[in-house]
T-cell receptor, first 111, second 116 residues
Framework: GQQLNQSPQSMFIQEGEDVSMNCTSS?????WLWYKQEPGEGPVLLIA?????ELTSNGRLTAQFGITRKDSFLNISASIPSDVGIYFC???????????FGQGTRLTINP | NAGVTQTPKFRVLKTGQSMTLLCAQD?????MYWYRQDPGMGLRLIHY???????AKGEVPDGYNVSRLKKQNFLLGLESAAPSQTSVYFC???????????????FGPGTRLTVL
């Protein structure tokens, strides 16, 4: 079945640093979604990508849909304490009913 | 517009008891999903529905049943709860076709279930 490899699994950074995480797939996706999950909450959609090469920003967050359609990355610039959480990538291939999820990147920020 | 809501937020059951989790969405979405999230396991799909009156099995359907009698509601049932079903359950919904610009998926806040 389809699998998503998300890396890194965890990150420990200083406040103000930039963050980069990525996901790679064994198959082609038509949609990439990036979510953030905070303790005790459900995943919240951050950015949605629909076209190969697409680069989309949401405030300090930027995500790109890889041109091979098998990868995506998420960058967070100038991290702040409220960025702490688990970030998930998810992808869907053409005609698929189900999302495939990465295992998540746990972000910890030292003030 | 409340998005996706789930009830209850917390529940403790004894082994063998039954219960139903309710998911409701007010976005007129066709597709609805039930996931469970366990430490270190990420999100695993239990069952899903592609429209009113339809349901399908996901990755981990055993021990669960679902119903989609109304478009806005998706119910997850546990007929005889087991400790292995202790987890956080998330409902999600989406509107559009895969690969189109409406292909977004929104999650509810979760239900934390403990089975003793």
């Amino acid at each position: 079945g389809q699998q998503l490899n998300q890396s890194p699994q965890s990150m420990f950074i200083q406040e103000g640093e930039d963050v980069s995480m990525n996901c790679t797939s064994s198959s082609i996706f038509n949609t990439w979604l990036w979510y953030k999950q905070e303790p005790g909450e459900g995943p919240v959609l951050l950015i949605a990508l629909y076209k190969a090469g697409e680069l989309t920003s949401n405030g300090r967050l930027t995500a790109q849909f890889g041109i091979t359609r098998k990868d995506s990355f998420l960058n967070i610039s100038a991290s702040i304490p409220s960025d702490v959480g688990i970030y998930f990538c998810a992808g869907r291939s053409q005609g698929a009913q189900k999302l495939v999820f990465g295992q998540g990147t746990r972000l910890t920020i030292n003030p | 517009n409340a998005g996706v809501t789930q009830t209850p937020k917390f529940r403790v059951l004894k082994t063998g008891q039954s219960m139903t989790l309710l998911c409701a969405q007010d976005m007129n979405h066709e597709y609805m999903y039930w996931y469970r999230q366990d430490p270190g396991m990420g999100l695993r799909l239990i069952h899903y529905s592609v429209g009113e009156g339809t349901t399908a099995k996901g990755e981990v359907p055993d021990g669960y049943n679902v119903s989609r009698l109304k478009k806005q509601n998706f119910l997850l049932g546990l007929e005889s709860a087991a400790p292995s079903q202790t987890s956080v359950y998330f409902c999600a919904s989406r509107s559009g076709l895969a690969g189109t610009s409406t292909d977004t998926q929104y999650f509810g806040p979760g239900t934390r279930l403990t089975v003793l």
